[in-house]
């Protein structure tokens, strides 16, 4: 998440959740990956995973909008984001050709890689404000960076590519929303008609968080239902939820990374009302914050590169799961 800015803000405080019976939304659908999740927290994470704990009692699914939230995901405080590459300032969002073969052929998947390694030469851009609906927001921000200067950007543009060559390979024509072909940006707004114009089956937006040291783990970000402006979430509410639910299920299985112990009371899931890239979309679409780039034991996760691949096979095999219904 961003320190400041729209889709990308300093992370909000935890949570606690409230008390209650367990949420089991993620297990329905996936309870090889909770099980599998038991188990690591029974004999101990062997690689360096989330240390946070399913809690024994329930959270609620969504948490309550916090004014100035960042429009990324990111939490509210102490984060930052940051995401792409190189920069090409005529670039247009990245697509493949559409697959010959596979069992996704005929499907769309938009990536987004959050934020843009060059907003930070271009702040006045960035800091321009854009409608997201509910009220207005920086069209983007930097993102944040671990403690050794790693940025989400590049994190997010690394995880992006992986996904597109898992999700190629099953046939699915995948469009990127910046694959480093621009100088900075898109704008949260634009992110979403990206989505919307490509009539995606989904999209997936890419982040890492910028929590203080020692909150940990993954969480998926859900749009909440908003019917104002320009937004009307409505239609998605309910598909989007099970985009996120499988993704996380398959995320949590694949990395063995830890549903968040900040955020979710340990469902690994986030309901959001004030993030322009949800709210705008038309289309089926989740943020994931793959993990704590503030935290150290997070940031050496985030940093490999085969973890890297796990988190993009992880999100991709959520995608996958998804889209065959």
């Known amino acids: 998440m961003s320190y400041v800015g729209p889709d990308f803000e300093p992370p909000r405080p935890p949570r606690h959740p409230l008390r209650g019976p367990l949420t089991v939304a993620v297990a329905a659908l996936v309870p090889g ?3 599998g999740w038991l188990l690591w927290q029974t004999v101990g994470d062997s690689g ?110 690394d995880v992006a590519r992986r996904m597109r060559t898992v999700l190629e390979k099953e046939g699915a024509t995948v469009k990127f929303t910046q694959d480093g072909d621009r100088s900075w940006g898109p704008c ?7 989505g919307n114009k490509a009539d995606a089956d989904a999209v997936v937006s890419i982040h890492a968080d910028g929590a203080g040291a020692g909150n940990r783990g993954f969480h998926v970000i859900l749009p909440g239902s908003v019917h104002s402006g320009a937004a009307d979430t409505r239609p998605i509410v309910a598909s989007s939820r099970e985009l996120g639910e499988r993704v996380a299920g398959s995320f949590l299985r694949v990395t063995g990374s830890a549903p968040s ?40 996760q985030l940093t490999s590169s085969a973890w890297r691949q796990k ?11 998804f889209l065959h219904g």
Request: net charge negative; glycine share 16%.
């Open 261 to 300: 112990n900040y955020i979710g009371g340990g469902t690994g899931l986030d309901v959001r009302k004030d993030l322009g890239g949800l709210n705008l979309s038309t289309v089926p679409k989740v943020f994931i914050e793959c993990g704590n780039m503030r935290d150290s034991k997070d940031a050496a």
């Open 188 to 194: 949260v707004d634009e992110r979403a008609q990206i």
């Open 33 to 35: 990956a909770l099980i």
């Open 48 to 157: 360096g995973d989330a240390q946070a704990s399913p809690s024994s009692t329930s959270s609620p699914w969504g948490r309550p909008t916090t004014p100035g939230a960042s429009d990324d995901g990111k939490e509210q405080p102490g984060g930052a984001g940051g995401t792409g590459d190189s920069e090409k300032p005529d670039g247009s969002p990245s697509a493949s050709a559409p697959a010959a073969s596979g069992s996704l052929k005929g499907k769309v998947v938009v990536i987004d890689p959050g934020h843009n390694p060059g907003n930070f030469q271009h702040t006045s851009e960035i800091n321009q404000q854009v409608n997201i609906g509910t009220n207005s927001k920086e069209c983007d921000t930097t993102g944040t960076a671990t403690n050794d200067g790693y940025t989400e950007a590049k994190f997010t543009l």
């Open 311 to 321: 988190a993009a096979q992880g999100i991709s095999e959520g995608i996958v799961s």
